[in-house]
């Protein structure tokens, strides 16, 4: 008892560094922004109430609690509105400026959206809810941001410009959501005869506005869509759990790349498979993102865009408008 | 919460979140879990009083009591965890389909009207019209009339033109089975002949419609 205890406190509570879960934090942020980008050309049919579904018939279908900004706005021009708060909240969220703030707002805003019409939501759309909310419980803000820059240039201590630690407990949560997803998508799977006899993709190429044009023909091949069938299964159980340990991680992570880019090309599927590589995001250890930088460093360290990047933080922190801004009037040391 | 600079949590702060970790991959957990589940439902009908929002039977509108509540559905709906993992699951569906609609004017002429099919657009096109296929799938699997009724509506003052009112919206649910070849019928295994799968399921495919919902535009509709 006393191990384990020992070990959940390892796992949730031993401090590190806050890099790997700012990386998370811009990824997520940007991926949020990509998916209500491709909701804007129809902002107004899918959530107002002069589009295809009226706030009143949501509340007279469903008898269960749900919350929405969007049932007190539902001009189209105030739906349009909210859109471009939830840009500004995603934006700020991005580049990490008032970060827990934005993070809740952030989280209200796409709840709004998702609450108000969840017939045209996908699987994304769920995976970038979820882990909204529990970034509002993370210290996102606290590396590889507006915050931190801001921090520094407050702060008169030299190790102000040291990684920040963190209790991750927040992100291991974002971790083991991950992993419930694969592992219950295969047990739901695991029920269906289809997946039993080999013939699930069969059925798969066959729907014609899932499958790019060409593709259904692979039904003429049973070695392959059986083969592929089970390659899935396999592929899904396997990442829940070799995406834990750093040496199968890597594997876990280019099975999920494969598994994913092709479900993306294949089935239209523009959103979900995007954002589950991002998630993997979250299982990188600071050593791993160390050698990460490391090497691209080494590769693109000459590149103009790299060192544009480089110098961004120094350029900020010399500032005048970013010293007002985190409220520091004397000169800065060096950045 | 906040972040420390050494990152290290007291005591009671780390019982707190533990607490707070194990609940909520309880509900998680629950809610995710396959129907049916004996598990799921004993999981999901726990109880508790609790306080909230409800309208019961003869109540013309909800108002805010303590009663009891299962402790999962409410966590899971008041925080907008609610997520479903089972794309293509159990089995994947072995049917096409779309929604269309035959849009009758005051003038007596009609048109016919396909919410965007996917199967008819280019990889580019469909990447951005994506949530129609959600739409319509959501629409069929849920067969609520009250989503149609709003759809006929919307497609209703789509399809108004000035001076020609559109006065009856029929929406139609439109099924081509995928036909099942199992190779051992068509012969050898090895040597039956290739189907071109393309022309039987899109340029050849038959849909056979089946009337959902037949709506009469009323006078505020359109506005």
């Known amino acids: 008892m006393k191990r384990l205890l020992r070990d959940w406190d390892r796992f949730f509570f031993q401090p590190q560094s806050a890099r790997v879960l700012g990386v998370y934090r811009i990824a997520i942020g940007l991926l949020t922004l990509y998916s209500f980008l491709l909701f804007a050309k129809d902002a107004t049919a899918f959530f107002s109430d002069q589009g295809v579904l009226r706030v009143e018939t949501v509340d007279r279908v469903y008898s269960r609690h749900w919350h929405t900004l969007l049932a007190y706005i539902r001009s189209p021009f105030g739906v349009k509105c909210m859109l471009a708060l939830l840009f500004a909240a995603g934006v700020c969220f991005t580049i990490g400026f008032q970060t827990r703030v934005s993070s809740i707002a952030l989280f209200v805003l796409v709840t709004s959206f998702h609450e108000r019409n969840n017939l045209v939501l996908n699987s994304g759309d769920t995976v970038i809810r979820t882990m909204l909310f529990l970034f509002m419980f993370a210290p996102a803000g606290a590396a590889l941001s507006v915050d931190a820059l801001r921090r520094r240039l407050r702060s008169p201590d030299p190790a102000a410009c040291n990684p920040m630690l963190v209790a991750p407990w927040a992100q291991r949560m974002m971790q083991l959501q991950v992993a419930i997803i694969y592992f219950t998508t295969v047990y739901a799977k695991s029920r269906g005869d289809l997946y039993h006899n080999g013939s699930a993709m069969y059925y798969v190429f066959g729907i014609v506005d899932f499958s790019v044009h060409g593709i259904e023909n692979l039904m003429n091949y049973p070695v392959l869509y059986s083969a592929l069938t089970f390659a899935t299964l396999f592929a899904e159980i396997a990442i829940s759990f070799l995406i834990w340990f750093r040496a199968t991680r890597p594997y876990a992570v280019a099975l999920g790349i494969l598994l994913h880019l092709w479900i993306m090309w294949c089935m239209v599927l523009p959103v979900f498979g995007v954002l589950m590589i991002a998630t993997y995001l979250c299982f990188f250890t600071e050593e791993e993102y160390e050698g990460t930088m490391t090497w691209l460093r080494q590769r693109f360290g000459q590149t103009r865009v790299w060192r544009l990047a480089e110098e961004i933080p120094g350029q900020l922190l010399a500032a005048p408008w970013f010293r007002r801004l985190a409220g520091r009037r004397t000169p800065a040391g060096p950045a | ?223």
């Open chain 2, 1 to 223: 919460m906040e972040a420390s600079p050494n990152g290290v949590c007291s005591r009671r702060r780390k019982i707190l979140i533990s607490l707070f970790i194990i609940f909520h991959f309880s509900c998680i957990i629950a809610w995710v879990l396959p129907k049916p589940s004996p598990i799921k439902t004993w999981l999901l009908s726990l109880s508790l009083p609790l306080p909230g929002h409800s309208r019961d039977a003869g109540e013309a509108s909800s108002q805010w009591k303590i009663k009891s509540r299962p402790i999962i559905a409410e966590y899971i709906h008041h925080t907008a965890q609610w997520q479903d993992w089972a794309m293509f699951a159990p089995n994947p569906v072995q049917t096409n389909q779309y929604l269309g609609a035959h849009v009758i004017y005051e003038r007596g002429n009609w048109k016919e009207y396909t919410l965007p099919r996917l199967d008819q657009m280019n990889w580019v096109e469909a990447w951005l019209e994506k949530r129609y296929r959600k739409l319509k799938n959501r629409l069929i699997d849920e067969k609520r009339p009250e989503f149609f009724e709003d759809l006929a509506r919307w497609i209703a003052r789509q399809q108004s033109e000035s001076g020609n009112r559109v006065t009856r919206v029929s929406v139609f649910m439109y099924n081509s089975p995928i036909p099942r070849h199992d190779r051992k019928d068509l012969g050898d295994p090895h040597t039956a002949a290739w189907l071109n799968y393309s022309e039987i399921l899109r340029e050849k495919a038959v849909y056979s419609p089946t009337l959902v919902l037949d709506y009469f535009v009323k006078p505020g509709d359109l506005e």
